[in-house]
T-cell receptor
Framework: NAGVMQNPRHLVRRRGQEARLRCSPM?????VYWYRQLPEEGLKFMVY????????ESGMPKERFSAEFPKEGPSILRIQQVVRGDSAAYFC?????????FGPGTRLTVT | SQQGEEDPQALSIQEGENATMNCSYK?????LQWYRQNSGRGLVHLIL?????REKHSGRLRVTLDTSKKSSSLLITASRAADTASYFC???????????FGQGTILTVHP
């Protein structure tokens, strides 16, 4: 859905660098989900955030990954010291009622 | 545990034929949603069926839900080449809308 914005659309990082992925939910939405899609697989839930709060991070790897959704500005998914296994498409979504609206995704490639 | 397992993994049909994809899930759900993803692109929401519904239609799409068998099916009638995509079911099992996706069915419609 064009209302959820993600940038960058493509990101290339060398092993050991940091990756920052940004997501702006639809106007008026204050909840964001992050999902990761590995090649040839379905999406896996990572984290659910409200403004200034992490509600559910049960899908986040314990190390190197963090997420925030500040009072002002987009939600940020941060991956420190990236490894090749982090190469994937990362999608964020916001929701209204039961239906989630997905952004176009950020495709991270770690070389 | 992974919910939303789908079969078949891949389906190849001729234009004009119907395509049926199945999805199974493991735990209680509030709703079951179907998404389409064109290669390398984001997700498009197709249809949502609530746990108290048995069947739902939207254009050429028909979704059924059997909560006793924990399964759902997506039928696309009179398929078109433009329907070629990956199709994912997603189980909505919590009050805040967290989705658990299946591995997807790759549908190829030959003109």
């Amino acid at each position: 859905n064009a209302g959820v914005m993600q940038n960058p659309r493509h990101l290339v990082r060398r092993r050991g660098q940091e990756a920052r992925l940004r997501c702006s939910p639809m106007k008026g939405h204050s909840h964001v989900y992050w999902y990761r899609q590995l090649p040839e697989e379905g999406l896996k839930f990572m984290v659910y955030l409200q403004k200034e709060n992490i509600i559910d991070e049960s899908g986040m790897p314990k190390e190197r990954f963090s997420a925030e959704f500040p009072k002002e500005g987009p939600s940020i998914l941060r991956i420190q010291q990236v490894v090749r296994g982090d190469s994937a498409a990362y999608f964020c979504a916001s929701f209204l009622g039961d239906e989630q609206y997905f952004g176009p995704g950020t495709r991270l490639t770690v070389t | 545990s992974q919910q939303g397992e789908e079969d078949p993994q891949a389906l190849s049909i001729q234009e004009g034929e119907n395509a049926t994809m199945n999805c199974s899930y493991k735990t209680s759900i509030n709703n079951l949603q179907w998404y389409r993803q064109n290669s390398g692109r984001g997700l498009v929401h197709l249809i949502l069926i609530r746990s108290n519904e048995r069947e739902k239609h939207s254009g050429r799409l028909r979704v059924t839900l059997d909560t006793s068998k924990k399964s759902s099916s997506l039928l696309i009638t009179a398929s078109r080449a433009a329907d070629t995509a990956s199709y994912f079911c997603a189980a909505g099992g919590t009050s805040y809308g967290k989705l658990t996706f299946g591995q997807g069915t790759i549908l190829t419609v030959h003109p």
